[in-house]
């Protein structure tokens, strides 16, 4: 409970919650606790000022503590706190699907609601499965992801993910039959690109040499983040992803883009999928859906593919999937408040005009301290780090500290420092951002 947590929490009470992605002890000795929000910002438990650099996770679009959206859970939760999705419907998941679909990418207009950029991943997955096996082709169940990807932690999602971390205690409980294509980091050819690196389209050929290695007719999907964050940012070469694409094409094997991260505005479409002009068949979603307010995500398919599976006697559930809280009308309230905020202030596309400030304030660092590479793309920003001998992620871990303790929230990965501010973000508060992340530097050994 906050309020006995706040201001300083004796350790005791932190013991019961075994917390995620976190390194346990080291928190519980030393917490950083955050209790209030507001538009840019965070207030510690201890009332401290906060600057929001990554959007809580990648999720906080429109800035903290929306009335809209508050006052459309709470008009809900009054109207009809729950109600099943199974055999049974409630208007505003019609409507959240039908809205979903005016701004999805050209065909992806079919929408299945989930509670997690996880379930999002693993529900594609078996859509992608089911797809072939209704037109006949249910050999078709290998995936093809991606070293460095991220795809949440569900155990398909796990097997389709390339960060090792995530994976390698896990190592039997993997999904059989999945294969990863090489990432598309390379520091050597692309450090300081701005924007899409111009090096390395051609590593989208190793698709065509896994397909020659298990033969096109074994393989259901690949899947790919179009732009990977949690592995520290990794970009698209230019042309990549189209490359990806004609080769799925060529092989009747179904694209799936994973843009739980890159989804509603972050890269300045609604989509990366329209930033980069390349159309997938299904799509993830989930985090920027709702603001982060409420959990759901959604899986974007193509028309031709919910139709395939639209056979057999009209009383027959045509795809055996599904979660208690589908389209749960509190989440849906809560999406339809959020997209109705994003377009009334213009922020599925205000990423696209501050981008090139963004740009020039990152690459700013560069030639500060242990500074490998910076990356950017839409409003996300990436510092990789030299790592120490010995002791990688330690160096990023300290730079992240001091930036908080500077009232600043950037995200770590290993040595890598992310950066994904709310959509609302003004000049000043990028240029706090970096100008503490450059003192961070310059303090941290
Ligand atoms: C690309 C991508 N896919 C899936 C996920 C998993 O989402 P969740 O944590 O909501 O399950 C994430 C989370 O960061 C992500 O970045």
New binding site residues.
Partial sequence: MNAKLSPAPANGDLDAFWMPFTANRQFKANPRLLARAEGMYYWTAEGREVLDGVAG??CVNAGHGRREITEAVTKQLGTMEYAPAFQMGHPIAFELANRLAKIAPPGLDRIFFTN??????DTALKIAVAYHRARGAGQRTRFIGREK??????FG?MSVGGMVNNRKIFGSSMLPGVDHLPHTLDIEHNAFSRALPQWGAHLANELERLIALHDASTIAAVIV?PI???AGVVLPPIGYLKRLREICDRHDILLIF?????GFGRVGKPFASQAFDVTPDLM?T??GLTNGAI?M?AVFAHRKIYDSLMQGPENAIELFHGYTYSAHPVACAAALATLEVYTKEGLLTRAASLASEWENAVHSLRGLPHVLDVRNYGLIGAVELEPRAGKPGTRGFEVFLECFERGVMVRQTGDTIAMSPPLIIESKQIARIVETLGAALRQTA
Wanted: charged fraction near 15%; charge should be negative.
């Fill in positions: 996770l990648w997690s950029g996880s379930e999002s991943v990807g991220y795809h949440g932690v569900g999602g983040e990977a964050g949690s994973d843009e739980v991260i890159t993830t989930a985090k959990p995500g």
